[in-house]
């Protein structure tokens, strides 16, 4: 339960993160350009907004958003890899290798996240605030610690899942959210009949 919370948490934020900053990098695109018009009233109302704020949230929003997606690539198996050599190995030096290579990245996520917590802990200390926004600095890195973290959680995950099941997550391209197909209810009942869908 609390997985599936997980889970559908950072879908959200993701998808909430990038779309915010699409809306917000289109509302400041057509504000540059709309002030150039000579149209009385509104050329002045558009003139005193300020909108020099965007660009950086933005950059802001979607580096939390690389960091908490790049968990979710870890959860479903999206990240690029280059498997030809692993797969040519024999079966238990295949899984030898693969369990080694998620721990080696959990491993490396969790002293990034280490330091990462360590760095917005000092940072936080010091009144350092951000060029437009004037937000807090320790705020603006604490997607590092944070996305660090849930990607360490991950690799970890998977695993677990992988010693005991032996699959690895593979992103189904065809798969629509809330869509079932035939595929998927035989799918299902196969995993039903195997003990349970995880």
């Not at 002045?44 to 704020?53: A, C, E, K, M």
Request: aromatic share 12%.
């Amino acid at each position: 339960m609390l997985l599936r919370f997980l889970d559908h948490l950072e879908e959200w934020l993701i998808a909430t993160l990038m779309a915010a900053a699409t809306l917000i990098i289109f509302v400041a695109v057509v504000h540059r350009y709309a002030a150039g018009l000579a149209i009385p009233g509104v050329q002045d109302f558009l003139l005193s907004l300020n909108l020099g704020w965007a660009q950086e949230l933005c950059i802001y929003m979607f580096i939390w958003m690389a960091k908490i997606g790049a968990a979710y690539g870890v959860r479903t198996g999206i990240h690029v890899g280059v498997d030809v050599l692993i797969n040519a190995l024999s079966e238990s030096w295949r899984k030898k290798f693969i369990i080694f290579g998620l721990l080696a990245g959990a491993l490396f996520t969790g002293i990034v996240a280490i330091f990462g917590i360590r760095f917005v802990m000092e940072l936080a200390h010091t009144e350092q605030v951000s060029a437009d926004l004037e937000a807090p600095m320790w705020l603006v890195y604490l997607g590092l610690p944070i996305g660090s973290s849930l990607m360490c959680f991950r690799f970890l995950q998977v695993t677990y899942r992988f010693i005991r099941d032996g699959h690895l997550p593979r992103p189904d391209h065809a798969h629509v959210e809330g869509l079932e197909t035939e595929t998927d209810i035989l799918k299902d009942d196969e995993q039903v009949r195997m003990g349970g869908k995880s």
